[in-house]
């Protein structure tokens, strides 16, 4: 018979031992004595902890003599008097368990602690890489407090209280918020990243309420412009998310923040966030990163419809070429219809480098549509990681307010590479600008940009 956790009171504890052990009428029921009450000692080899780490479920077990019975005592809180029973833990990490020892004169004062350890959270889809793998930079590294900047409505208001237990951080958020970058939550580190490597990272999130756009930064600490990623993912209510990234082509920098951001928050929300790894991709910590499925391709657009947003567009170009930071005059561009060719005679060597920007004249977008986005790129040399994006103009907050982000596009020399996006959820833009970055280029590289698309999504 399976037995039920209850939170019971002292008294109606001891008034359950009683029934449970004596099990004997009133007439033949003997005064509980103090001497004889059990020493735990004497019942550490009984207890047993069985740990299934493929389903995280917990056994645990009280091989004792008669007249005896265990007291589990589970978070503090959760008592149960079985002598056999099972527990799921859904999350990584390390648990414990106290047992009292009762009879018919009372309960241990005393208690056996046991610890046990969960290796994976359950969840759905990849749960990430191994948080506990000597591998794990995170794990060694010196982390420092978040800081928070809470915003309901751009009015900064106090930091949220939050929590860190084992890795892990609680943050309750008790009012609501409704854009990107209200609710930042900014975590310093003294990790360094080398451009000689490639990186993995991943974390697990989870909201007690559905959040529409969780956003996760991976950035320098002194550069906003030089980062690893900058990406969102949804979250369903209490519906652990694991956001994660695979062998990212490294960056020089000195010092890593990792920041999050709530904004767009209901009120009342708890946030999670746990099992932070980042890693070099070259050391194997045992685990399987599984194959990203394909987008179903929409119905594309032609190129010269009116159904292709970017078709007729009106713009103006801006440049921001700047080999080891310091700009230098505009590289040549030519435009001829749909297809524009830049010559860059200088190299760069980080991401931003090279900006090329098409500020539209009217081109809009809205959070009620999703959208699908289209380019075809062409390089005389190899660039590593070009960048893309689709964002509001204005600059400074603005740059956060985009349909999409495309990272480590790889352009091979001489080869038409296709760059898109597939049903990206809109934002509301009132002034659009596409944004390319070819940052890291060799020097006397030709690219051609060619045949855009950009839809309202079609299935």
Known sequence: MKKIYKQ?????????????????????????NEAGIPVVSDYE??????????????????????????IWIIDG??????????????????????????????????AITRNFHIDKTIMTGFGGFDPESNFNIWRTATISEPT???????????????SLVNGTYTVTLPEATSETWQTQMPIKTNIATDAGK?????????????????????????????????????LVANEPVCFWKSNMPGLDIANLNLVFDFGGNAAGTVMTIESIV??????????????????????WSAVDSED?????????????????????????????????????PTATNEKWQNQVTFISDALTASAEE????????????????????????????????????????????????????????????????????????????EVIIKDIILQKHKD
């Not at 002292?10 to 009683?18: D, F, H, N, P, S």
């Not at 980042?278 to 119905?299: C, F, R, S, Y």
């Not at 219809?337 to 010559?343: K, M, Q, S």
């Open 370 to 445: 999703n959208y699908d986005f289209r380019v075809i790129l062409n390089a005389s040399n190899d660039i590593s990681s070009a960048t893309i994006k689709l964002v509001q103009v204005g600059g400074g907050d603005n740059d956060n307010i985009f349909v999409f982000l495309l990272e480590d596009v790889k352009l091979t020399a001489g080869e038409d590479v296709t760059a898109k996006v597939i049903n990206a959820k809109g934002v509301d833009i009132t002034q659009a600008k596409l944004v390319f970055d070819f940052g890291g280029n060799p020097a006397n590289t």
């Open 278 to 299: 980042l890693k070099d991709h070259a050391n194997d910590d045992g685990t399987i990163v599984p194959e990203q499925e394909e987008t179903p391709e929409p119905t």
């Open 198 to 234: 490639n990186y993995d990272f991943s974390v697990i999130l989870t909201s007690t309420i559905d959040h529409p756009n969780v956003t996760v930064k991976l950035v320098d600490a002194t550069e906003d412009k030089i980062y690893y990623f900058e990406g969102k993912t949804p």
């Open 8 to 32: 019971i009171s002292g008294a109606l504890l001891m008034l359950t031992l009683i029934l449970n052990i004596t099990a004997c009428s009133p007439e033949s029921f003997t005064s509980p």
């Open 77 to 110: 809180k959760n008592y149960s008097s079985s002598f056999n029973m099972t527990k799921y833990y859904r999350k990584a990490g390390d648990y414990s368990v106290e047992v009292k020892i009762a009879n018919s004169n009372g309960v241990s004062d005393r």
């Open 308 to 344: 292709n947003l970017w078709h007729s567009v009106a713009f103006t170009n801006e440049f921001y070429y700047a080999p080891g930071w310091n700009p230098i005059a505009n590289p040549a561009l030519n435009i001829d219809g749909a297809t524009y060719t830049l010559n860059f």
């Open 148 to 162: 928070f900047w809470y915003a309901p409505g751009w009015s900064q208001i106090a930091d949220p209280a939050y």
């Open 45 to 70: 080899d009984c207890i047993r902890i069985d740990v299934n780490q493929e389903t995280n479920y917990v056994t645990f077990s009280f091989q004792g003599q008669k007249g005896v019975m265990p």
